[in-house]
């Protein structure tokens, strides 16, 4: 302890007791204490735990994508663009021997011979602890019944003002590099010193030569900011930078001063570290997302499982004793498979009527315990406004469900659970940041919800793959940090921790499209995230394989 406490002072650097106490609970401290002091820029007066969980974070390896990934990837991009915006000739790619002149042809569908599986009914010995306690849901933030947009491009200019305002004030109240930002029109040529800037991502585009060129607007003007390739660190946040977010950045005028070369790229980031709140009561959340009822890709089997076993019905005594502990489900959207989404998709549908899609969904739902709340949010697959933020299901779907503990919810939605707050997203966008930031992936969407949260913003990008709708208020504004972070829509599985916050993918029920497979993409179905409300620890179910027994 004393050597590493030296090493310390030697610089002038006081170790905090709780900092110390960091230390000493790493495997290693004394390795551990000298790759810090390889990772300090310049000693603090004070060494604090969030100073070291920092220098950590940026210590661990940046996600990377290979040359074979790349040209994959560019090929999905290829066929996403295809599929997102299908002109006649695009649509024929999807099934080559169709006339492109005649109409439409006649869609014969083959009915498969259904098969019955038994209802899941609760044994009378099963006591689940779900049951003793009271739902308790506080919607915080929700787009449903708040719509005031028309679409007109006075709605579009209040939207990014609205959006550029809110995250000026979070940049300028954390971060300190900002204290002295200038309005663009302030820039002061003849002077060339450190300038700071918050604005608006107007363009962005790679040079001749590799450098990234950066155009920001705020109220009073626009500037062209420059990063240069070699200067290794800011090129990298150049590489994440995305059309119509909000940045803060730091630079120094060119000589001739019109071009500003940057020094720093600044996102608005939560904090370091997040504290959870926590439920006082044993309960748990499950969290199903892409349903997809109607699909003739929907997994009966998996899903007859997991009903079983939320009724307690199978599973070892640990398992029974999780879906005894299950209180709430939600469900982030595509709960239904639609029609219409994608070119021939009625081809893969074994329901084609869109309120017989929500009936067989609200029988399925009946089959969950009577203790059990559903939390339904819309997806790109639903039958509610296509442009986000989406309302809720309008009224004549919601009263399918009547009979049932069920709250509706628009995508996106901040909601408390118990105290647990919950921001839960469909996730339409994460094609969109996985096309316009290299390195990452479509089947890696924890990666992306990580840039959300330090982007502060779901869906930045106007004109991409996700249809924005120009509400005055900018309900894709990630303002508040939550305590779980859940998304859908890419139908992968995972679970992970950023910064404190609980993100989830949850997974899908619906095994691999047509679509899918012509995009490489391989779902990760039939899993259930869970995550204990009272402790905060989250862990996955796997239904995909027999993995239970009874
Ligand atoms: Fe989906
Ligand atoms: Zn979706």
Redesign the pocket.
């Known amino acids: 302890m004393k050597t590493i406490i030296k090493s310390f002072s030697e610089h002038g650097t006081f170790v905090q007791p709780e900092a110390m106490d960091y230390i000493f609970s790493k495997q290693n401290p004394q390795e551990f204490a000298s790759q810090l002091i390889n990772n300090l820029k310049e000693y603090p007066l004070v060494l604090t735990v969030d100073q070291i969980k920092t220098i950590e974070e940026q210590a661990q390896p940046k996600p990377t994508i290979n040359k074979q990934e790349l040209q994959e990837k560019q090929a999905q991009n290829e066929l996403l663009s295809q599929i997102y915006h299908p002109t006649p000739l695009q649509k024929a790619l999807f099934n080559p021997d169709e006339d492109l002149i005649d109409d439409e042809p006649e869609i014969k569908l083959i009915t498969t011979q259904k098969k019955q599986y038994p209802v899941p009914k609760p044994t009378k010995s099963w006591k689940p602890i779900a049951k003793k306690y009271q739902s308790d849901i506080q919607i915080i933030k929700d787009i449903t019944g708040q719509s005031t947009c028309e679409g007109t491009t006075q709605d579009f200019a209040k939207l990014f003002q609205n959006r550029c305002q809110r995250l000026k004030k979070i940049l300028q109240t954390q971060r300190r590099e900002l204290a002295n930002v200038i309005p663009i029109n302030r820039i002061n040529k003849s002077v060339m010193e450190e300038v700071q800037l918050i604005g608006i991502v107007k363009n962005i585009r790679t040079t001749t030569n590799g450098h990234r060129l950066i155009e920001l607007e705020d109220e009073t003007g626009s500037a062209l900011l420059m990063c240069l390739k070699n200067n290794r660190e800011v090129f990298q946040l150049a590489q994440e930078v995305v059309l119509d977010e909000i940045v803060g950045v730091t630079g120094s005028l060119s000589k001739h001063g019109d071009l500003i070369l940057l020094n720093n790229i600044v996102f608005a980031d939560i904090s370091i570290q997040n504290n959870k709140n926590k439920a006082s009561d044993p309960i748990c959340a499950a969290f199903l997302s892409?349903i997809h009822i109607g699909s003739n890709k929907f997994l009966h089997e998996e899903w007859n499982m997991f009903l079983q076993w939320l009724n307690g019905n199978v599973g070892n005594t640990r398992q029974r004793h999780v879906a005894g502990s299950i209180k709430y489900v939600v469900i982030p959207?595509?709960v239904v498979d639609g029609i219409g989404i994608y070119p021939n998709q009625e081809k893969e549908l074994d329901i084609t009527d869109i309120y017989e899609q929500y009936e067989e969904l609200a029988r399925q739902l009946h089959l969950f315990p009577d203790h059990v709340t559903i939390i339904l949010q819309p997806?790109?697959?639903d039958a509610v406004r296509p442009a986000e933020p989406q309302p809720t299901f309008d009224k004549e779907i919601q009263k399918l469900f009547k009979d049932l503990d069920i709250r509706f919810i628009g995508n996106p939605c901040y909601f408390s659970l118990h105290d647990v707050e919950i921001l839960s997203y469909?996730g339409?966008s994460l094609l969109d940041f996985a096309t316009n930031v290299q390195y990452l992936k479509y089947n890696e969407p924890i990666e992306v919800m990580k840039l959300m949260l330090k982007k502060r913003h779901l869906a930045p990008t106007y004109g991409g793959y996700t249809p924005l709708a120009p509400e005055h208020n900018d309900y894709m504004i990630i303002d508040r940090v939550p305590d779980i972070f859940v998304t859908?829509?890419v139908h992968i599985s995972s679970l992970a921790d950023y910064r404190g916050v609980t993100l989830i993918n949850a997974s899908s029920w619906q095994a691999q499209t047509e679509y899918q497979k012509m995009l490489n993409f391989v779902p990760d179905c039939a899993k259930v995230p869970i995550v204990n409300l009272k402790t905060g620890a989250a862990t996955l179910m796997d239904f995909s394989k027999n993995m239970l027994s009874s």
Do not use: L, P
């Open positions: 892409d959207g595509d997806g790109n697959h469909h339409q859908g829509h």
